[in-house]
């Protein structure tokens, strides 16, 4: 088979090149080949079928990568996503911190108009055809593939990376890039549980807990979020708990324990236990909290201050109080690691982007080859940032390989 650009990988990233490359040329011959019987299995889980698709916040700062690399293809992106959406026929909806959905709230709305337009504008889809290696040959690559040789002029790499079980995760970017020559940073898993002794959550498997939530390397705070974290028999999952994992998971590679610090009392913890006190002197201090926290989290506190739940509330000393009201404002809890690649919603690290053009996604040292999406070492916070990297980068990629021909 010989087509004039071969993308290797069916998912946001490599359906957005082939329409890209489509729309800059549509007189080359493009092929979507896909390992799996289907493209864009995980485009259908992400945003729990919803798809979040981009961030109206989105900046290259917002991304752990290099921001010089990523900025040349999310600014391009920014320009022209209305155009590129709508040209599709996607209506989109905006909801609260800059979330971008699909406005029919499926995610396989977004895998639907991007087929549609592969349909229309004549790209050829594999799907169960894995691609094993790629070689620079005359006039192009030679592809060796499950379903047979394949000759592409250009190969456009976009096969994602370990994240997420069952959707499709692999190691192709290393199996593909590295006999290139290509070199690879440290591979963790992000956005993902943080785990923690039993011990430190026992009795609160379910307890959402809305506020904020501090990531610290000792007495250092590296990243704080608001929002929501829900307790587990064994750690701390939820968007807030996800995105600090972004920080978590390179100090434990390093051999760090970072430590979740956990506000269940906003605001000023002893004057609001102090005036419960003076209200509630009768009360034992297991129900003094009673109405203004989580049952089983101010006793978890009570248990952490080493105060007895039996106490009488009037009773309490001020030593004791002060204690109580540090386990309820700054509540730490060492992180021991995290849920691992197949709970990750991202991988964090890929192929180096000092490999690549920015300003084209092709690769520096073998011509004609592109990469685009999570396989390259960019990615984001919860939010949308993930999947608008994809189409930027993908964008990028099928844009220029197309005009290069
Ligand atoms: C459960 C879940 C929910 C998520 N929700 C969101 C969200 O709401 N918003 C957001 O921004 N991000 C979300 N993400 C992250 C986002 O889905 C990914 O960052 C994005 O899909 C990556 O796109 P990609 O094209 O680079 O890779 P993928 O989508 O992984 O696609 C790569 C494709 O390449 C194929 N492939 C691999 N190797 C080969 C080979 N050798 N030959 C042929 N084919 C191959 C794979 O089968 C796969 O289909 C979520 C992730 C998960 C796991």
Known sequence: MHTDILIVGGGASGLAAAVSAKTARPGLAVCVAEKLSRTGKKLLATGNGRCNLMNLASAPARYLGDAGFIAPALEAYIQKYKDFWAGLGLALTEEEEGRVYPATNQASSVLDVLRLALAEKGVTEMCGCEVRSVRPAKDGFLISSSSGEIKARRVILATGGLAGKGLGENDSFRTLLGPLGHRFTDILPGLVCLKTHKEQVKGLKGIRLKGSFSLLDGDRELARETGECLFQEDGVSGIAA???????????????????????????????????????????????????????????????????????????????????????????????????????????????TDGFDAGTMGSRLVPGLYACGEMLDVAGPCGGFNLEWTWASGMLAGRKAAESL
């Open 242 to 352: 996800m995105q600090l994992s972004l920080f978590a998971a390179p100090l434990l590679k390093a051999g760090k324990t970072p430590v979740l610090k956990l506000s269940p009392l906003p605001g000023d913890a002893r004057c609001i236990l102090q005036k419960r006190q003076s209200a509630f002197p009768s009360r034992s201090c297991g129900e003094l909290l009673t109405g203004e926290v989580n049952r089983m989290i101010a006793l978890a506190a009570l248990r952490r201050a080493g105060i007895s739940p039996a106490l009488c509330a009037k009773d309490l000393s001020a030593s004791q109080l002060s204690r109580l009201a540090e386990e309820l404002s700054a509540w730490r809890i060492p992180v021991t690691g995290t849920g691992g690649m197949a709970q990750a919603q991202v991988m964090l690290g890929g192929a180096r």
